[in-house]
């Protein structure tokens, strides 16, 4: 035997073993995986039978027993598996820091503290509630769906015993099946071709069931990289996004610059209008006038004397349509004292009794402002026009980094953005700067309009209070 064919030999046989070396490491990691997931799997649904069955012999003289205990095990599932989710993810993240020396950083989203207002509701950053605990849990559940990091981890949490699964059955299939084959092999009477001795059989029986094993040891590897590979996509905060989302949002920026693009121009349009019908018009009267008044001082002072009264009348009408304008353009109050006191302003030449309840801790900037007062200025009309009401609430209040208005009227109800242009003009306003607008208006009222901005406050100012006009 040569050095050349000792060396190849050798090398053949470093390669088997590191190989079989690896494959017996991923069948320990696989096992591992597949006994972490059963917990995910077996407490939420032992504990959901429990309280199902538990449930079910309370009431069970009751009609009503199967819907309560269907019910019980619902909510005692769902909580036993609200308690797996960040254990299974942390579990899964370390896997990888040991296995593959990849480390998944986790950001969680600030969790707003529950606060009590001076009507004695609690508000959890998104919505009031009077009951304390009703609070805790509608404040954890509505973090858990809006906070990017627990949502993969629900999600992995759901997708972990299922992807195990699907991974680890076809190696347990080819180690299972190889073993009882070659074990099975002695009393095995098939034949092979031509050769129907029966040692013969039983020794190629023999090698395809270790065939089989070897390649179930050698896929171990595969399936547990496999797996790990799924949890980095699924667990992944710095992951790009899919080329679906970056579409969707590139078209949403889209429309809202063109919205933006157009309001202005509109907005421009309407200026000029006003402009050359009302203060420019009085302006040309005006230099008329006084001309008249110049050829008039010699011959007729009475009449110039009546003339330069008419024309003061009119620069005075003409400056009050300025002020009128420019007023519309962005109001001196909210330019001066800021919003909540433009909005007050605003109240108390309400048609309705407004009450307006105001939690500001410093200003909003300058443009959001000016759209939330506009947007607030055509909720309050449209509650005047339409809705037939005789109370009006508005309460601002800044939250999480985000700005959010509520308009309510006791009114018939039935708001319809598809009936006017009105709230279809709000909605385009908002979406300028990633605002939503949501309309709660049922046949009988009341309504309840919201409006929310993300935006950062900018100056020190602060402005908490109740006013009702």
Known sequence: MTAASRTSGAGVRAQTEAAFTSGGRGLVRLALLALGAVPTVALPFLAALFAGASVSSLLEAYYPARLFAVVAAAVAGAAVAGLLVRRTADRTRGQLVRWFGIRLPVEYSPRPVLERDERGHWWTG?????????????????????????????????????????????????????????????????????????????????????????????????????????????????????????????????????????????????????????????????????????????????AARELLSEARQSSARALQELRDLVRGIHPPVLAERGLGDAVRALALDSALPTEVCVSLPDRPPAPVEAAVYFSICELMANAAKHSRAEQVWVDILYRAGVLRVTVTDDGVGVADPTRGTGLRGIERRLGTFDGVLAIDSTSGGPTTITLELPCELSSPRTSTSFAKA
């Open 126 to 302: 998104y919505s009031y509630h009077r009951s304390q605990a009703v609070a805790r849990l509608a404040h954890l559940l509505h973090w858990a769906a809006r906070d990017r990091a627990t949502r993969s981890e629900i999600a992995w949490l759901v997708i972990s015993p299922v992807a195990a699964g699907a991974l680890v059955l076809p190696v347990a299939g080819l180690l299972l099946g190889g073993a009882g084959y070659a074990v099975t092999a002695a009393v095995d009477s098939r034949t092979y071709g031509p050769i129907d001795a029966g040692g013969v059989s039983a020794l190629l029986s023999v090698a395809l069931g270790l065939g089989l094993t070897g390649l179930g040891v050698l896929a171990a590897p595969f399936a547990v990289r496999g797996y790990l590979e799924l949890a980095r996509r699924v667990l992944d905060q710095d992951g790009r996004a899919s080329h679906a989302q970056l579409t969707k949002r590139v078209a949403e920026l889209t429309e809202t610059r063109a919205d933006a693009v157009g309001d202005q121009a509109a907005e421009l349009r309407r200026i000029e209008r006003d402009l050359h019908d009302g203060a420019q018009a009085r302006l040309v009267a005006i230099g008329m006038t006084l001309g008249t008044i110049e050829h008039l001082m010699e011959t007729d002072p009475a």
